[in-house]
């Protein structure tokens, strides 16, 4: 029998307390001796309710445990008896503390059946419980996604549905198989472009207009015109089946979509006004810019790659850092570069013309990259130019791992998020198969919106298992998500999907 060893308690007059009631519990086959001056701390819980059970009836009793010897007025309670240990410290310190490997949302369960409130647990695990909370509605909002990838949603009809379906086939390759080659096909043409556009800029391949004027090759410019048609229908029938448009509109990788065919279209049509409006020397300028912005295609591939998806969120988690290094650098490079100008003045061959001047030899040094165009020639300013050198390596190296730690850390969390969400499913396809089997015409005992897990953490007779998703079969009373479903919070996606 283990528990945390009684303690006599004084009135408030300063005499010892008198012989208590003892209260005998067995938590999941493990005994605990209580007290009940001790559970009356707290008379609202589920513990303190067992005081007064003497003066109550057998069907009273049963309510408050799964079962009572009146022989030895031991209560059974079919509980996991390591939260026990944590719940009974309320009573004995008035406060709770999740002990390491305690699933936090199973503790809050254990909590809410012994009548406890959240408010009495230690800040640090509010904190832990917050965290893995947020945690859940990720998975659920990713099941979500992924549930209507592949179901969509059963309401729509007509051209919605088609829309929906066209959505799913240009936009999630994991859909189905055309939307997985779709997405090999686009991923390829991206690369040929990018090919194309680097290989186009080599004079041998080059060849002469009518003005002597070098020009991509014939060749070269048909390929780069079916990229360009694959990528505008691409574009355009994302569009269509978009379901919010203006969000689409302004996504930062359709801006870079819409960036790589819009050169093109404008250098058609200037060319069509002929050539006295080409030979202007602003629009040969014009034309020349739009075919430089040809290179934002490359970024295209961040579509098809989970893995630069993954560096870009971290990067953006890691702004923190990356403005401390901003400001470092910044500092660096204003005071060495005007350190540099004043000990170099004295030299007659001097470099450092000015302070803004020497903002590039500061950036340069402190990097280590030294192209060798600028460099002190004076004493002072190589001393100056190699404290400059080791305060650049040090602002560089101080912020690096936060943001490769921010990275790990990221990428660990989705792959995490990835797997739960897949199980999930596969539970769910388990479960409703089990569904169907066990269901008979007039006797079909299933409880609309039970979680996942429902059937094989009852058959256990405890109360401590995570309802995550709504029920898939899609019954009487089933919320299927569909694909205009959207948070504003993640307590409004919890709500949604947990129980």
Same mark, same amino acid.
């Given at each position: 029998?283990?528990?945390?060893?009684?303690?006599?308690?004084?009135?408030?007059?300063?005499?010892?307390?008198? +012989?208590?009631?003892?209260?005998?519990?067995?938590?999941?086959?493990?005994?605990?001796?209580?007290?009940?001056?001790?559970?009356?701390?707290?008379?609202?819980?589920?513990?303190?309710?067992?005081?007064?059970?003497?003066?109550?009836?057998?069907?009273?009793?049963?309510?408050?445990?799964?079962?009572?010897?009146?022989?030895?007025?031991? =209560?059974?309670?079919?509980?996991?008896?390591? @939260?026990?240990?944590?719940?009974?410290? *309320?009573?004995?310190?008035?406060?709770?503390?999740?002990?390491?490997?305690?699933?936090?949302?199973?503790?809050?369960?254990?909590?809410?059946? %012994?009548?406890?409130?959240?408010?009495?647990?230690?800040?640090?695990?509010?904190?832990?419980?917050?965290?893995? +909370?947020?945690?859940?509605?990720?998975?659920?909002?990713?099941?979500?996604?992924?549930?209507?990838?592949?179901?969509?949603? &059963?309401?729509?009809?007509?051209? !919605?549905? =088609? !829309?929906?379906?066209? %959505?799913?086939?240009?936009?999630?390759?994991?859909? /189905?198989?055309?939307?997985?080659?779709?997405?090999?096909? #686009?991923?390829?043409? $991206?690369?040929?472009?990018?090919?194309?556009?680097?290989?186009?800029?080599? &004079?041998?391949?080059?060849?002469?207009?009518?003005?002597?004027?070098?020009?991509?090759?014939?060749?070269?410019?048909?390929?780069?015109?079916?990229?360009?048609?694959?990528?505008?229908?691409?574009?355009?029938?994302?569009?269509?089946?978009?379901?919010?448009? $203006?969000?689409?509109?302004?996504?930062?990788?359709?801006?870079?979509?819409?960036?790589?065919?819009?050169?093109?279209?404008?250098?058609?049509?200037?060319?069509?006004?002929?050539?006295?409006?080409? +030979?202007?020397?602003?629009?040969?300028?014009?034309?020349?810019?739009?075919?430089?912005?040809?290179?934002?295609?490359?970024?295209? *591939?961040?579509?098809? #790659?989970?893995?630069?998806?993954?560096?870009?969120?971290?990067?953006?988690?890691?702004?923190?850092? *990356?403005?401390?290094?901003?400001?470092?650098?910044?500092?660096?490079?204003?005071?060495?570069?005007?350190?540099?100008?004043?000990?170099? !003045?004295?030299?007659?061959?001097?470099?450092?013309?000015?302070? &803004?001047? /020497?903002?590039?030899? @500061?950036?340069?040094?402190?990097?280590?990259?030294?192209?060798?165009?600028?460099?002190?020639?004076?004493?002072?300013?190589?001393?100056?130019?190699?404290?400059?050198?080791?305060?650049?390596?040090?602002?560089?190296?101080?912020? $690096?791992?936060?943001?490769?730690?921010?990275?790990?850390?990221?990428?660990?969390?989705? !792959?995490? *998020?990835?797997?739960?969400?897949?199980?999930?499913?596969?539970?769910?396809?388990?479960?409703?198969?089990?569904?169907?089997?066990?269901?008979?015409?007039? @006797?079909?005992?299933?409880?609309?919106?039970?979680?996942?897990?429902?059937? @094989?953490?009852?058959?256990?007779?405890?109360?401590?298992? $995570? &309802?995550?998703?709504?029920?898939?079969?899609?019954?009487?009373?089933?919320?299927?998500?569909?694909?205009?479903?959207?948070?504003?919070?993640?307590?409004?996606?919890?709500?949604?999907?947990?129980?």
């Amino acid at each position: 029998m283990w528990g945390i060893q009684r303690t006599r308690y004084a009135d408030c007059n300063g005499s010892e307390a008198s +012989e208590e009631t003892e209260i005998v519990v067995n938590i999941g086959g493990v005994k605990q001796v209580l007290y009940e001056d001790v559970l009356n701390r707290f008379p609202d819980t589920r513990l303190a309710e067992l005081v007064d059970c003497s003066l109550k009836s057998s069907e009273e009793i049963s309510l408050l445990c799964d079962d009572y010897d009146p022989d030895t007025g031991e =209560f059974y309670f079919d509980r996991d008896p390591e @939260a026990f240990k944590c719940i009974i410290e *309320l009573y004995y310190y008035g406060e709770i503390h999740m002990k390491r490997g305690i699933c936090p949302i199973c503790f809050m369960k254990e909590m809410e059946f %012994w009548k406890i409130g959240s408010d009495f647990l230690d800040d640090c695990c509010k904190c832990h419980l917050k965290e893995v +909370e947020d945690e859940l509605a990720e998975i659920a909002e990713k099941v979500r996604t992924i549930l209507v990838d592949r179901e969509g949603d &059963p309401s729509a009809e007509g051209w !919605q549905r =088609f !829309q929906m379906c066209l %959505w799913r086939l240009m936009e999630k390759p994991e859909s /189905s198989m055309p939307a997985h080659i779709i997405a090999i096909v #686009s991923f390829i043409f $991206i690369l040929v472009s990018s090919v194309v556009m680097c290989v186009g800029t080599i &004079p041998d391949l080059q060849v002469e207009d009518a003005e002597g004027n070098l020009s991509e090759h014939p060749t070269l410019e048909v390929i780069e015109t079916m990229c360009i048609l694959w990528f505008t229908v691409e574009y355009l029938l994302r569009l269509i089946s978009s379901p919010n448009k $203006i969000k689409f509109v302004l996504s930062f990788m359709n801006i870079i979509d819409f960036m790589a065919i819009m050169p093109f279209f404008v250098v058609l049509i200037l060319t069509s006004f002929g050539a006295g409006m080409m +030979e202007l020397a602003n629009v040969q300028q014009a034309v020349q810019a739009l075919r430089i912005m040809r290179i934002a295609r490359i970024f295209k *591939l961040a579509r098809h #790659s989970s893995g630069l998806q993954t560096l870009t969120s971290a990067l953006k988690s890691s702004f923190k850092e *990356l403005g401390l290094l901003l400001m470092y650098m910044g500092v660096g490079v204003f005071l060495f570069s005007a350190l540099g100008y004043t000990m170099e !003045q004295s030299h007659p061959d001097t470099l450092f013309t000015s302070i &803004p001047q /020497s903002f590039w030899w @500061a950036v340069i040094t402190m990097t280590t990259v030294g192209y060798g165009d600028v460099y002190p020639k004076t004493t002072l300013g190589r001393c100056n130019a190699a404290i400059s050198f080791l305060c650049g390596v040090i602002a560089i190296a101080l912020p $690096i791992h936060p943001i490769i730690n921010n990275f790990v850390l990221f990428y660990n969390k989705q !792959q995490v *998020l990835e797997t739960a969400a897949k199980h999930e499913i596969e539970l769910m396809a388990l479960r409703s198969g089990d569904g169907e089997q066990e269901a008979a015409p007039g @006797a079909h005992k299933h409880v609309c919106g039970a979680g996942v897990w429902d059937n @094989a953490m009852r058959s256990c007779h405890s109360d401590t298992y $995570i &309802p995550l998703l709504k029920d898939p079969r899609g019954g009487a009373g089933i919320q299927t998500p569909s694909m205009d479903t959207s948070f504003e919070s993640t307590a409004e996606a919890t709500e949604y999907f947990i129980s």
